[in-house]
């Protein structure tokens, strides 16, 4: 597991969670998809194969499947989790390829407040041949949050919003946000906890740069800043929420126990083309922790968990016409550790059912097994693990037109699955040097992804399918330095094979190498440092008949930043892509240019 501290964010910061994991060692994102160790790729607008939990609850969308960034106001977050590898043991589907867990603050006793300021401009674009407005676009928000706890009852709101201009043309974008949590200790050992948070965000889209005929290319053979003339107008209005309930009781120091409720809705209205979606998932989940003999010798974990998810929408279903579809998820879960000796043992199963208008889809088994192990050249671990992702509502039955190809539903799309096995060390390698790597290999099967089929009267269609089965494999090591008190470093690199054994090639949108330097110095009130990331040129993509020939460069993103802080006031300045570095990582998307960005933050 890795973890984005508190500090992390503040020293990086950042605006939303997804530019805080981005920079977490064996992570990377795809035009918002997010990739542990090459698991996800990039299916556009379609179902993540890594899991979000909000503080330990699934807040993936109950339609698509994806990850709304967005949903939990940074201010609230406390620090972020990210488990690598197949997680379905304890957690079922979508952790196919890990989890990344947002842990939001706890509520101190007290009155507390803090408010945070952004403002920024965006680079313009570096040839005057690509220049689309006259000036620089901005970008600003803020932040407020307060709190008022005694050693009973505690609460806490905050409230916030931002603007972005945007860096390319027709990629504007407004969100307001509020999150509210509120907890209740009537006794030693017991707690009640309510949390919510809702986000409005309207947002410009960007479909894809445009080419010849389709804008004024000014004789080039593509235009990276301007949009296809054809979607002109194009927006998105996404609204997102969540409410939680949770009893958390310590009966004695052997045994512990929990019980939740959730409400998740997400709801997303395109224009041009006019597409809706509105997903609403109920679930509720009871678990028991017990201390076998006193001690953590012995630790039984077990549980069980239920959801019931409605989505009804004009896009996953019959063409134009409302479709209403329901889907519910049943769940039994158990994990024990094990101290033998010097070794740790942990073995654990989870029993999935899922079920799409009252029709079975999917019975999963996901076992689970890992052993730790300290030696004199640092802790061993081992584990192999079995993870599942059911298919989304959306992937069976969408019904859209995507690059002037008709996309047809597949309500019989089977769950993909996958075995995953990891050797890794923790070692110290100096008084100043701590090495973490682990060498992983994942198989897997019955890939959900986008194909193209010819119907019988010869037009050419795009369906998702089971297609492909595939390997990935390499090194994942990450060196963290401390040379002197006052000066950290970090040096992370990431190794991966990924085969598509379908058709024996690489798999689509993963880089070989992924490299990360950091470091960070700090004397008296301020501070200075940077990120430096490196990824290789993908080398295959999807849909290679349509965007084949369009070039592919490696990344290679600097990030500056440096921070004055005194008694309750800080300053950050941050410069990302300080060199304004231009690339794509997706077809026809351009990544962001250098944007600067001032932070100001006021804590009481």
């Not at 192999?384 to 002037?404: H, K, L, N, P, Q």
Request: glycine content about 12%.
């Amino acid at each position: 597991m890795a973890l984005v501290s508190d500090s992390d964010l503040a020293r990086r910061a950042v605006v939303t969670v997804d530019e805080a994991v981005n920079r977490v060692p064996g992570v990377q994102f795809l035009s918002g998809q997010v990739n542990i160790r090459g698991s996800s790729g990039f299916v556009e607008g379609l179902g993540s194969r890594v899991l979000l939990l909000v503080d330990g609850v699934p807040a993936n969308e109950g339609d698509r499947g994806g990850i709304d960034w967005d949903i939990v106001p940074l201010a609230d977050v406390q620090r972020v989790e990210v488990v690598k590898g197949a997680g379905s043991a304890l957690y079922g589907s979508a952790a196919f390829g890990g989890v990344v867990n947002v842990i939001t603050r706890d509520i101190a006793v007290g009155i507390h407040g803090r408010a945070r300021a952004t403002g920024g401009w965006y680079a313009n674009p570096p040839s005057d041949v690509w220049k689309f407005r006259d000036g620089s676009g901005g970008l600003g928000g803020v932040d407020l949050t307060g709190s008022y706890g005694t050693e009973a009852l505690r609460g806490a709101l905050t409230l916030g919003g931002r603007h972005s201009d945007g860096y390319r043309q027709q990629d504007a974008s407004d969100q307001w946000e509020t999150a509210g949590r509120a907890e209740w200790l009537p006794a030693p050992g017991t707690r009640v906890t309510a949390s919510g948070a809702w986000t409005s965000h309207q947002y410009d889209v960007f479909p894809t740069w445009c080419g010849p005929s389709q804008c004024d290319t000014h004789g080039q053979a593509f235009q990276p800043f301007l949009i296809d003339t054809s979607s002109q107008g194009s927006y998105t209005r996404s609204n997102k929420g969540y409410l939680f309930a949770t009893l958390d009781r310590t009966a004695s120091p052997r045994f512990a126990w929990m019980a939740r409720g959730s409400w998740l809705r997400s709801h997303f209205t395109d224009y041009n083309p006019d597409d809706w979606s509105v997903s609403d998932r109920l679930g509720a989940e009871v678990r028991g922790v017990a201390h076998v003999g006193g001690g953590d010798d012995r630790v039984l974990t077990f549980g069980a968990e239920g959801a019931h998810t409605h989505v009804t929408s004009d896009i996953f279903g019959n063409l134009g016409q409302v479709a209403s579809h329901d889907e519910v998820d049943v769940a039994a879960y158990g994990e024990g550790e094990q101290r033998l000796g010097r070794v740790r043992l942990t073995a654990g199963a989870r029993l999935d059912g899922v079920a799409v208008d009252g029709v079975s889809q999917a019975v999963q088994t996901s076992p689970q097994l890992g052993a730790v192990l300290p030696t004199p050249l640092g802790t061993w671990r081992a584990s192999v693990g079995r993870g599942f992702r059911a298919a989304t509502i959306a992937e069976r039955f969408v019904t859209t037109e995507a690059f002037g190809f008709q996309v047809i539903p597949n309500p019989s799309l089977r769950p993909e699955t996958a075995w995953s096995f990891e050797l890794g060390d923790v070692t110290t390698v100096s008084s100043w040097a701590r090495l973490d790597a682990a060498l992983f290999w994942t198989e897997a099967r019955q890939l959900i992804e986008p194909t193209f089929l010819v119907d019988p009267s010869g037009v050419a269609k795009i369906q998702v399918q089971n297609i492909s089965r595939a390997r990935l494999r390499g090194l994942d090591a990450s060196l963290a330095m401390t040379p002197i008190p006052s000066l950290t470093g970090a040096l992370a690199y990431l190794l991966l094979d990924a085969r598509d054994l379908a058709n024996d090639s690489v798999l689509a949108f993963r880089p070989k190498h992924l490299l990360t330097l950091s470091a960070d110095y700090r004397w008296r009130t301020l501070s200075v440092g940077g990120d430096f990331r490196y990824s290789s040129r993908i080398e295959r993509i999807e849909l290679e008949a349509v965007f084949g020939n369009d070039p592919r460069v490696p990344a290679k993103v600097l990030d500056v930043r440096a921070g004055w802080q005194r008694g309750a006031l800080s300053a950050r300045l941050l410069a990302a892509n300080a060199l304004n570095y231009i690339y794509n990582l997706v077809p026809r998307t351009l990544e962001p240019v250098r944007t600067v960005s001032v932070v100001l933050t006021w804590t009481y």
